[in-house]
């Protein structure tokens, strides 16, 4: 059923031009990864805030008030310029190990991950100190996205 799914993605018109076109496919690549990184740098700088670093400059609460719209901005671009990338070559994304590991595995851990404590942070984040939870969790989510991009990094290989 994936492989049908693949197949009618990787075969749409749109897909096929972008696959072609000379300077579309590095374009999405930019795309994909500015968007990663606009992502994943807020992730990250909410979760070491919540590991007790940077105490004297925002409460967590406060922190994640600034950079909450830019964190699911970066989402939305990465997952447009994600998609994207993935349909252009969706026959071999669906069989490679790494990406099943990332995408079906490690990226919905880590996300929901991230919604909890983007959640919770409300709660945990009124005071300079942080609770022993906060984190945990914030170590935890640091290390699922650092388990994230290692999977990805491993997708060119298989």
């Given at each position: 059923m994936m492989a049908s799914i693949a197949h009618y993605l990787q075969n749409l018109p749109l897909i096929l031009w972008l696959g072609s076109a000379d300077h579309a496919y590095p374009f999405i690549q930019l795309t994909h990864f500015g968007g990663l990184s606009l992502w994943v740098s807020t992730c990250i700088i909410l979760d070491i805030r919540l590991l007790g670093f940077g105490k004297d400059l925002l409460t967590p609460k406060k922190l994640l008030d600034t950079i909450f719209v830019w964190n699911w901005v970066g989402l939305l671009i990465a997952v447009t310029g994600g998609f994207t990338l993935f349909c252009i070559g969706a026959g071999g994304?669906?069989?490679?190990?790494?990406?099943?590991?990332?995408?079906?595995?490690?990226l919905p851990v880590a996300?929901?991950?991230?919604?909890?404590?983007?959640?919770?942070?409300?709660?945990?984040?009124?005071?300079?100190?942080?609770?022993?939870?906060?984190?945990?969790?914030?170590?935890?989510?640091?290390l699922m996205w650092m388990s994230v991009m290692t999977a990805a990094i491993w997708i060119p290989n298989f």
């Open positions: 994304y669906v069989v490679n190990p790494a990406f099943q590991v990332k995408i079906y595995m490690l996300l929901l991950t991230h919604i909890f404590v983007q959640w919770k942070t409300r709660e945990w984040g009124q005071t300079e100190e942080t609770p022993a939870i906060a984190k945990a969790f914030g170590g935890f989510e640091l």
